[in-house]
């Protein structure tokens, strides 16, 4: 990054790693959150066959999302994965 005076400015390894954990942790929060609301919104049309497909889509997507994320985060074998996921939900 350079000021507008030419100065170049270098961020501490301790600040960007702090910056991407909490970026992670937001988008964890975003995967778990927003299908909740979205299936909460969807109940009230329940009963419907076309709700009751979307709710299942919603949760299919959802989970392979946060899945995904929690992969692409952590630098654990594929076989660790499941446990990672079933801990930061617990």
């Known amino acids: 990054m350079q000021k507008s005076n030419g100065i170049e400015v270098y961020y501490t390894r301790e600040r960007i790693e ?45 989970t392979l999302l946060f899945s995904l994320c929690i992969s692409m985060s952590t630098s654990k074998s594929s076989s660790k994965i499941p446990t990672t996921d079933i801990n930061v939900i617990a």
């Open 18 to 62: 702090r910056f991407v954990v909490a970026l992670i942790i937001l988008i964890i929060l975003i995967l778990l959150i927003v299908p909740v609301y979205l299936l909460y919104r969807l109940t009230e049309g329940a009963g419907i066959q076309r709700y009751d497909a979307a709710c299942i889509g919603i949760l299919v997507v959802s």
